[in-house]
């Protein structure tokens, strides 16, 4: 199984894609896609569905995993974070790729085993449990690997219970 997890924003959204090999995870590809500060909006989030669609037809991930919107006391950064992660719902649609969507808490809770773990906990989680040699940066992509370990560990235990059976 192949997740692209997805870390959304309209200035940078990273991006993590994870495959269950055996009895362990590989790190297939990370990193971030930027857009120029001045550009107008509707440009950017263009760019970052184009890049999207891109990497879905490189890798073809099985799945799609997006960190649900955490509200934050800044308005206007929630806002533009709902229109990236909304582009990025809207390239796995179009890929007829299933969605799935963890809590911030749900994902620290898979990667770190701490529901309120740090972002430098859960990076260097991230690091162990995927074998990289050095720490997964920037933190977008970080974030973004973390969301993609939470679906396949979450999404592993689903599919090994309806095959009629519990595997490691």
């Known amino acids: 199984m192949r997740v692209l997890g997805i870390d959304p924003g309209t200035a940078t959204t990273g991006f993590g894609i ?3 090999a055996g ?3 590989r790190p297939i590809a990370y990193g971030t896609i930027r857009t120029p500060a001045g550009e107008a909006p509707e440009l950017r989030l263009q760019a970052i569905f184009r890049d999207l669609q891109d990497l879905i037809r490189r890798y073809r ?3 799609v995993a997006v960190e649900r919107l955490f509200v934050h006391r800044n308005l206007t950064s929630v806002i533009h974070v709902g229109q990236a992660r909304g582009v990025a719902l809207l390239a796995a649609a179009e890929a007829g790729l299933p969605v799935y969507e963890y809590a911030p808490h749900e994902v620290k809770q898979a990667v770190a085993g701490y529901g309120r ?3 430098d906990q859960v990076q260097r989680m991230v ?3 995927l074998g990289l040699q050095r ?4 933190d ?3 974030d973004a690997l973390a969301v993609a370990v939470c679906c396949v560990h979450a999404r592993t235990a689903v599919w090994s219970r309806a095959a009629g059976g519990w595997r490691s």
């Open 18 to 20: 994870v495959e269950a």
């Open 23 to 25: 009895d362990g995870l």
């Open 61 to 63: 991930p099985g799945a």
């Open 117 to 119: 773990a740090t972002k």
């Open 127 to 129: 690091q162990a449990l």
């Open 135 to 138: 720490l997964p940066e920037p």
């Open 140 to 142: 977008d992509a970080a």
